[in-house]
Nanobody, 123 residues
Framework: VQLQASGGGLVQAGGSLRLSCAAS????????MGWFRQAPGKEREFVAA????????YYVGSMQGRFTISRDNAQNTVYLQMNSLKPEDTAVYYC?????????????????WGQGTLVTVSS
């Protein structure tokens, strides 16, 4: 599976961005999809995940209510809608795909990673 993330950019605090991750290769619909982020000097952290059917979504507490993950299996694309952005959301955002779905919060679950897209939130 090849993953291509896009949609990052510079936005003011309180603004919104929608990230996209286009997948190619193996059947996309069978994979759990996740978004992670990595701020400068910090470890990569879980942001959100969605199981293959789209019925189950998962978030970290600080992002729940502001971020929404969704997927379009027909378009082989997963999205991350980010609202009410804060300067602390500044990071490189990565999408990832996992064959398993046992622990979606665990970075090591994911088999494939995209290249990342930079989100910068100014105060």
């Amino acid at each position: 599976v090849q993953l291509q993330a896009s949609g990052g950019g510079l936005v003011q605090a309180g603004g919104s961005l929608r990230l996209s991750c286009a997948a190619s290769g193996r059947p996309f619909s069978s994979y759990t999809m996740g978004w992670f982020r990595q701020a400068p000097g910090k470890e990569r952290e879980f942001v959100a995940a969605i199981k293959w059917s789209g019925d189950s979504t998962y978030y970290v507490g600080s992002m729940q209510g502001r971020f929404t993950i969704s997927r379009d299996n027909a378009q082989n694309t997963v999205y991350l809608q980010m609202n009410s952005l804060k300067p602390e959301d500044t990071a490189v955002y990565y999408c990832a795909a996992a064959r398993e779905s046992s622990d979606v919060y665990r970075r090591s679950l994911y088999d494939y990673w995209g290249q990342g897209t930079l989100v910068t939130v100014s105060s």
